[in-house]
C-alpha cells in the first residue's frame, strides 16, 4: 500500500506540471518568463498544436481517434500515410471506455463535499472548501484523502503555538489553483493541479 500511495503522489506530481498563456507572466528570479525562457510546455497545454506546442505540425482534426490509447496518438498524413507518437500518459478512458485527451482544469463540481474537482484524467481530485477537509484522490478504484486538517505550528523550546488560521475558505483562483488566502498571517495556501 506504501508503494501504491508513492506512485499515486507521483502521478499528482508529474501532471502538476501544466501552463497556460496566463503562464507565460510568471517571471523567473531574473524576471524573464519561464516559459518563454525554458520553451518547455506540457502534454496537456492548450497550445499543444501551436508552432512551439508538442504537436508542432500536427492538426488536431488530423488524429485517427480509433487508435488512440493510453500513450500514444495516430495522425493521418494524407495518401494511406500515418504517423504514430509514443510519449507516456496523454488519454484516460472516460465512463464509456472511451480515450479522451487528459485536461488537468479544476472546475466546480456541484457538490457539497468537494465543491471542487478534476475528473478528467486517470486518477480524479477533489477538493473540499475548508482547510480541514484536505483533498480526496481517486485512482484504481481506490480513494486516498491527503493533506486534512492542515496547520502551521512555531516551535520553540518544546512549546508548540498553532498560527494558521483554520477558518478560511477555499477560492478558485485560475483553471488549476485552489487558494486559502490568509491562511496564516501573509500566507496563502495553494493546492496547483
Known amino acids: 500500500m506504501k508503494k501504491f500511495l508513492l506512485f499515486v503522489l507521483f502521478l499528482i506530481s508529474i501532471n502538476l506540471f501544466v501552463f497556460s498563456q496566463e503562464d507565460k507572466q ?10 518563454n525562457n525554458t520553451g518547455m510546455f506540457s502534454r496537456y497545454h492548450s497550445n499543444k498544436f501551436s508552432d512551439t ?7 488536431a482534426e488530423d488524429e485517427v481517434l480509433a487508435n488512440r490509447t493510453q500513450h500514444s496518438k495516430t495522425f493521418d498524413k494524407g495518401s494511406g500515410s500515418y504517423e504514430y507518437m509514443l510519449i507516456g500518459d496523454l488519454h484516460y478512458k472516460d465512463a464509456n471506455d ?9 472546475k466546480t463540481s456541484g457538490n457539497t463535499i468537494f465543491p471542487y474537482a478534476n475528473t478528467t484524467n486517470k486518477f480524479r481530485t477533489y477538493y473540499t472548501n475548508s482547510i480541514e477537509g484536505g483533498i480526496k484522490v481517486s485512482y ?8 486534512k486538517n492542515t496547520k502551521i505550528s512555531l516551535v520553540n523550546g518544546g512549546n508548540s503555538v498553532v498560527v494558521s488560521n483554520a477558518d478560511v475558505s477555499a477560492d478558485l483562483l485560475d483553471y488549476r489553483t485552489i487558494n486559502f488566502s490568509n491562511f496564516a498571517q501573509d500566507i496563502d495556501y495553494q493546492y496547483i493541479q
Open 98 to 106: 472511451l480515450w479522451q485527451d487528459i485536461d488537468v482544469s479544476i
Open 53 to 59: 506546442g508538442l504537436y508542432s505540425g500536427y492538426k
Open 140 to 147: 484504481l478504484n481506490t480513494d486516498f484523502e491527503l493533506a
Open 26 to 35: 510568471v517571471l523567473t528570479s531574473q524576471g524573464e518568463s519561464w516559459i
